[in-house]
Antibody
Framework: EVQLQQSGPELVKPGASVKISCKTS????????MQWVKQSHGKSLEWIGG????????SNNQKFKGKATLTVDKSSSTAYMELRSLTSEDSAVYYC???????????WGHGTSLTVSS | DIQMTQTTSSLSASLGDRVTISCRASQDISNYLNWYQQKPDGTVKLLIYYTSRLHSGVPSRFSGSGSGTDYSLTISNLEQEDIATYFCQQSYTLYTFGGGTELEIK
């Protein structure tokens, strides 16, 4: 069974950074791109970017350039997203999602809630 | 950038109804259109990919159709567990989601 287990909720101060994790199981980690999605205030979904765990190659939504950095740890089958210079606009739920072979997101994590507040 | 529009933000229907949710792209996306279901607890699942292909384990009452810029998701025989918000997504060029359609029971 494919599972994506995300790290717990975060409360961080403005200007700080945070690193969200997505630990996978049930499939070969290096064979599928991992994507990240933002959902602000229960509204729509916004694609942040994706990373190929096999070679570390990334594709990104230009809107998040300089904001989000995607990495992986192949030894633990875990993907990470670091968000920096946090502001209230970054408060949202962040999802990791596995990209299937036909350019769709076939399995999703449960989401990580991020609150940026002093 | 390709914009995705779901003109109906909320929809009310009765159990057993046939429900259709629409999605329009700002340009031809050549059937690279996916549908997702988000439950009230935040859980997101893939329902349909490439316009009409049913994801593994998804009930057959869900179906998708469309072409060019206009696409739709149909739920036949609406069940209580289908209460959720439905998002379309284009994967023709990078990825963009529609604004979502919240489905409620009448």
């Amino acid at each position: 069974e494919v599972q994506l287990q995300q790290s717990g909720p975060e409360l961080v101060k403005p200007g700080a950074s945070v690193k969200i994790s997505c630990k996978t199981s049930g499939y070969t980690f290096t064979e599928y791109t991992m994507q990240w999605v933002k959902q602000s205030h229960g509204k729509s979904l916004e694609w942040i970017g994706g990373i190929n765990p096999n070679n570390g190659g990334t594709s990104n939504n230009q809107k998040f350039k300089g904001k989000a950095t995607l990495t992986v740890d192949k030894s633990s089958s875990t993907a990470y997203m670091e968000l920096r210079s946090l502001t209230s606009e970054d408060s949202a739920v962040y999802y990791c999602a596995r990209e299937g072979y036909d350019e769709h997101f076939d399995y999703w994590g449960h989401g990580t809630s991020l609150t940026v507040s002093s | 950038d390709i914009q995705m529009t779901q003109t109906t933000s909320s929809l009310s229907a009765s159990l057993g109804d046939r429900v259709t949710i629409s999605c329009r792209a700002s340009q031809d996306i050549s059937n690279y259109l996916n549908w997702y279901q988000q439950k009230p607890d935040g859980t997101v699942k893939l329902l349909i990919y490439y316009t009409s292909r049913l994801h593994s384990g998804v009930p057959s009452r869900f179906s998708g159709s469309g072409s060019g810029t206009d696409y739709s998701l149909t739920i036949s025989n609406l069940e209580q567990e289908d209460i959720a918000t439905y998002f379309c997504q284009q994967s023709y060029t990078l990825y963009t989601f529609g604004g979502g359609t919240e489905l409620e029971i009448k």
